[in-house]
């Protein structure tokens, strides 16, 4: 408990810088991977989500906003984009996503904003394709013919990009964007507009029937949708009475795309339009040109939205059709691509199921060249719904369809979610060593020593957690002798670290102390502060657990002294834990200093107090010093350090260490009962006592209550402060123990009771309820029948009392609920063997207990003892003649069984029958002769059973009874 919650900088996990933890990694490769699949709302909401938790990591936070900005303006929301890159620090990512968005919405770009001052090759892969739709954007907004053939050479290029990593969906973006570009985005005025819209129409005449006025009616109608008359533009393509063949399909794209405008939220969208959904389907189901048919399906994958609770969500329905269309298609690529848009559309809103059963419709499909994008899908699938593991299988066939960089990255990730895979309450651990293999495979291919560093890390911490602790020192051995795997300094010192730590929790701290020193002594030059600090910390526990107390206080005053020294130069993660580095190197030497010099530890628990007050390594210091105390049975002084701390640490206190209050508060219940013990249970402390001095001595005298009163109170306001407390049990059963020895067996009762009610079945606290309310009843039986003892007995009622009419029968029935409480735990099958013999030899004295009744009940003196008897007889037979239990018995079980033997005997002896008295003694020597060479399974009272059984054998034989006379 004092050295609970390391802090960061002393943690034993070294944690990799967050850019390398395989949580970050995966987080980001979630969101990539949902872009990349065209899952464009999932993409969104992951990336808003990293933006937040890493608003303070400037590369991670920078990451996480492209990412976001990306995918507004893949859902044609520019304005949204333009928000989104608002804060971020000018580079050539944010420079290209803002030339998109402003050129999308008509702004002419100044000589500041333009791109001629980005050169390509210095991009990255992921924005090397957004450059080029940019300049592809800029050029149509132009308007001329010259800029419209650049923009298609843009265009061609940025899909060239997609193509070559097998992502698909991104080259139909472009495709599409393409499409959207000619209808959208030139910039004429609305008075040219209007003189185009009058020009067309005059050019229609006399052209109804033929080619050319076809083309003007197209026209016309992207210009009519530009100045925001839709519902005209599309009756001016519907009334034409000629339309050639080959242009039928165009048209419904064309009819589509105006009536579904999903980049302008005042307007209706394809979710509120089925006319446009309509005319999508008439393209697909009309098999058209390959090239039309993928435009239309983007848009209506493109247009869904995340809207699963939405009775007008049209995903459903767009399912159902790409099915049936599916299903009838006779092209294998458009098959393909309708069971890749069918998974799209139901991961969009969230139906993973139906779209994991349509990628896998597609991945069924031999050949296919949307394999990757099918994956990609699967694999974001199962990271949505916690499949961390089927995530990697996806990703570890993604990989083989991937070449180069992409290759590699994919390859990490999926490594990364074995890795993940195997953590966490449900994890499994069989996942660890699928990770470390992955790990080990992709190591030397990475491109830089840090990112091999990290590898080799997760693979050796891979190797630690499936318990491979030797392995891992083979592993870290080879990486340090040749430096093959390329890892420098640091990288071995994590490593070193967590093998360290791996070694010392498995109980091999020789060994981990041995490698310490070593790899202290190797690379005390190679360590900056950070790491120096952690060896010698972890140097001082080992001297500490030990019993090398000189040692740890000496190492515990070398680290205050390097801490208090860092340089201005620490990195900042570091500084910031300075105090609490402080804090908890003073516990480490109070606790080293205090057996030897209990006044030096009192100062040094002063001072830390005085200067860390909002440390935790204080609140643990109360627990520390008190437990201290209390163990060289200064219970007084202990009371009043616990007193202390729950004052400090109250339930509702703004410090984040209320739950040393609880333990402080629930250790300050164990110092009044041994108060209490030491003055007797029932007697308030003797003044004149030299113990009895301090905060504790004023709440005696200014209450009036005895330390058995002030217990159980304390330990009833633990209970309730602390209901979910992992001793809240524990507190309640010593309360109601207490209430026993002081008497109160109804209120002892109700909390048995209670205790029963609310713990689960089969556990240790429940176990001790149950016995406890059998003895609580027993002893109140047994009171009974004292009182009426005390009655029946002439001279016992005090002068003028009435005498109480409490026959033998009634005394007896008080018995009653004592011995059915035994009974049923003695029979109860799921009892654990130790708890069965204390209840059944209890049964025996509940039985024992009773008063011979003569009139009427025929309960004799001497079938009260042959009840008992044949009680003990039961626990016997259940127990040492039956090897399960027997085996199973601890040393509590051992001792009632004992004792059972030993009351047997002693009452078959009273009643002459020596026979079975010395048969009971018998079996007891007879049990320990099978079992001595097992000595954790002899039962005790093997002497007292040897000395009686040759005294029963003396008084019984003729000849010594002769000698006798």
Not at 105 to 120: A, C, D, F, M, W
Not at 744 to 761: G, H, M, V
Request: charged share 25%.
């Amino acid at each position: 408990m004092a050295q609970k919650a390391p802090v960061s900088a002393l943690d034993s996990n070294v944690p990799a810088a967050a850019s390398d933890d395989p949580r970050v990694r995966n987080r980001f490769a979630a969101a990539d991977e949902a872009l990349a699949a065209g899952l464009t709302d999932t993409a969104a909401g992951l990336y808003e989500v990293l933006s937040k938790d890493f608003q303070h990591i400037a590369p991670l936070y920078e990451r996480a906003r492209l990412g976001l900005a990306s995918c507004r303006l893949e859902r044609n929301n520019p304005t949204g984009a333009i928000e989104v890159l608002g804060p971020l620090p000018e580079s050539p990512s944010r420079q290209i996503r803002l030339a998109i968005a402003h050129t999308i919405l008509g702004v002419r770009l100044g000589p500041g904003e333009s791109l001629n001052t980005i050169n390509p090759a210095s991009l990255s892969a992921t924005d090397i394709p957004w450059y080029h739709i940019a300049r592809g954007l800029i050029a149509v907004a132009t308007d001329t013919l010259d800029s419209f053939q650049t923009a298609q050479a843009e265009f061609a290029s940025a899909r060239a990009q997609y193509a070559d990593k097998a992502q698909h969906y991104q080259e139909q973006h472009v495709r599409m964007l393409d499409y959207l570009a000619r209808l959208k985005i030139g910039n004429p005025s609305a008075q040219e507009l209007d003189k185009l819209i009058e020009q067309l129409r005059e050019s229609m005449t006399g052209h109804d029937n033929d080619p050319l006025g076809f083309k003007f009616a197209k026209e016309l109608a992207i210009a009519l949708y530009k100045r925001d008359r839709a519902a005209e533009a599309v009756h001016i393509l519907r009334q034409r009475s000629y339309m050639p063949a080959n242009e039928r399909d165009e048209t419904d794209l064309l009819i589509g795309f105006i009536l579904a405008p999903a980049d302008n939220p005042g307007k209706a969208d394809i979710r509120q339009s089925p006319e446009s959904r309509l005319a999508l389907y008439r393209v697909l189901a009309n098999k058209a040109d390959p090239e039309l048919q993928r435009l239309a399906l983007h848009k209506l994958a493109d247009a869904v939205g995340r809207l699963p609770e939405s009775t007008d969500n049209p995903a459903p329905e767009i399912y159902k059709t790409l099915t049936d269309l599916a299903n009838a298609a006779p092209d294998p690529r458009t098959i393909d691509l309708l069971n890749l848009v069918r998974a799209r559309i139901m991961f969009t809103v969230r139906a993973y199921s139906q779209a994991e059963r349509a990628a896998n419709d597609l991945l069924e499909r031999p050949g296919s060249e949307l394999r990757a994008d099918a994956l990609r899908i699967l694999a974001s699938a199962a990271w949505q719904t916690g499949a961390t593991r089927r995530a990697a299988e996806h990703l570890t066939q993604l990989q083989s369809l991937m070449t180069g960089h992409d290759q590699v990255r994919t390859a990490l990730i999926a490594a990364d979610c074995f890795f993940l895979a195997a953590q966490g309450p449900s994890g499994d651990p069989t996942a660890y060593p699928l990770a470390a293999a992955a790990y080990a495979a992709i190591q030397p291919r990475l491109p830089t020593p840090g990112e091999r560093s990290n590898t080799l890390f997760l693979r050796i911490q891979c190797e630690l957690l499936a318990g491979n602790g030797d392995n891992a020192a083979r592993i870290l051995a080879t990486a340090t002798a040749d430096g093959a795997e390329g890892v420098g300094a640091p990288g071995i010192l994590r490593c070193e670290w967590a093998l360290v730590e791996w070694l010392r929790t498995h109980n091999r701290a020789n060994e981990a102390a041995e490698r310490l020193a070593r790899v202290f002594e190797r690379h005390r030059a190679d360590m900056d502060a950070d790491f120096s600090i952690r060896f010698l910390w972890q140097q001082a526990l080992f001297a500490y657990t030990s019993g090398d107390t000189t040692k740890a206080a000496l190492l515990a005053d070398q680290i205050a002294g390097a801490v208090e020294k860092l340089p201005p130069t620490t990195p900042s993660d570091l500084l910031s834990q300075t105090q609490t580095i402080l804090s908890k190197v003073s516990l480490l030497k109070a606790r080293a200093v205090l057996a030897s010099d209990p006044g030096a530890a009192r100062t040094i628990f002063d001072e830390l107090r005085k200067k860390f007050p909002t440390e935790e390594a204080v609140a643990a210091s109360y627990l520390v010093e008190g437990r201290s105390l209390a163990a060289h049975g200064e219970h007084e002084r202990a009371l009043t350090i616990f007193l202390d701390a729950c004052q400090f640490y109250p339930r509702q206190s703004a410090q984040p260490f209320a739950d040393y209050g609880a333990e402080a508060l629930f250790e300050a219940a164990q110092q009044y009962i041994a108060i209490g013990k030491n003055n007797g249970l029932d007697q308030t402390v003797d003044p004149a006592g030299e113990k009895a001095t301090g905060k504790s001595r004023a709440t005696y005298q200014s209450t009036g209550k005895t330390p058995v009163v002030l217990a159980i109170e304390t330990l009833k306001k633990f209970a309730t402060d602390y209901p979910n407390h992992k001793l809240a049990g524990t507190a309640r059963l010593q309360q109601a123990a207490l209430f026993r020895i002081a008497t109160d067996y109804d209120d002892a009762l109700f909390i048995y009771d209670q205790l029963r009610s609310e713990l689960p079945d089969n556990t240790a606290a429940r176990w001790q309820a149950e016995l406890g309310r059998a003895d609580c009843l027993f002893a109140k039986a047994m009171l009974g029948a004292v009182m009426h003892s005390a009655s029946a007995t002439p001279g016992g009622t005090p002068p003028g009392a009435p005498r109480t009419a409490v026959t033998p029968a009634i005394v007896n029935t008080a018995f009653g609920p004592a011995v059915a409480a035994y009974v049923g735990l003695f029979n109860l099958p799921s009892a654990p063997p130790d708890l069965k013999a204390e209840a059944g030899c209890k049964w025996s004295f509940a039985l024992a207990a009773r008063h011979p009744d003569p009139q009427g009940s025929g309960l004799t003196q001497d079938n009260i003892a042959r009840e008992a008897d044949e009680a003990r007889w039961q626990v016997i037979f259940r127990t040492i003649k039956d090897a399960s239990a027997s085996t199973r018995l601890g040393p509590n079980g051992r001792y009632w069984v004992a004792r059972a033997l030993m009351e047997l005997a002693a009452s078959c002896k009273m009643r002459g029958l020596t026979d079975d008295a010395a048969k009971a003694y018998s079996l007891l020597l007879e049990y320990n002769r099978e079992v001595q060479n097992t000595p954790e399974r002899v039962l005790p009272g093997q002497n007292s059973a040897k000395a009686e059984l040759a005294r029963l054998t003396r008084e019984t034989t003729p000849t010594a009874n002769a000698a006798t006379r």
